[in-house]
């Protein structure tokens, strides 16, 4: 590769890691051509861009990116593949999900908003990660419930009086 193309492949893959707030180091050493090819076929249809880069272009990546990758230059061993998406926990699953036809992709590392998380051990935790919207539906759903019971409570409350008036207005007729 001549050195014009490593410059190339440096300031493209900064310029994402740069815009990037979801990003998976995995390793993908020992995957045949057509193994290789169905996860990158998963990656496109699940919105997840996957790349597999040289170490060294990658670290140097990192260090113009204006992020701090420093934890994640340890695990820059072997095959890397980088797997950059808009949902946290997506990746994650992804690799999961293929891992049960395959042994491999293995998760390096992971940067996520600012948090750095090493080891393929953290791939459970990440698969637990909720996203953007699974946040905000939560919290539109612990915001509704209280309202919900102040008016269930009012409709029930309501009932109650209306039965007790009946009650009593039913006992002074019979009496």
Known sequence: MRK??????????????????II?????????????????????????SMQVVKNPL?????EKSEKDFTPLY?????????????????PARLIKEFRKKSSRPILKGAFIQEDIYIGDEQ????????????LLGDLIGLLQSPAANVISALQSGGNIIA??????????SQS
């Open 163 to 172: 039965g007790v008036v009946k009650t009593l207005s039913e006992k002074e």
């Open 123 to 134: 791939l459970e935790s990440l698969t637990q990660l909720k996203s953007k919207e699974e």
């Open 58 to 62: 990658l670290k140097k990546a990192m």
């Open 4 to 21: 014009d193309e490593k410059y190339q492949i440096i300031e493209s893959l900064s310029e994402k890691l740069k815009t990037s707030e």
């Open 24 to 48: 998976y180091l995995a390793d993908t050493s020992n995957l045949n051509v057509e193994t290789i090819n169905n996860l990158r076929r998963l990656c496109f249809r699940r919105n997840v």
């Open 74 to 90: 340890g695990v820059l061993v072997g095959a890397t593949s980088v797997m950059l998406s808009d949902t946290a926990n997506l």
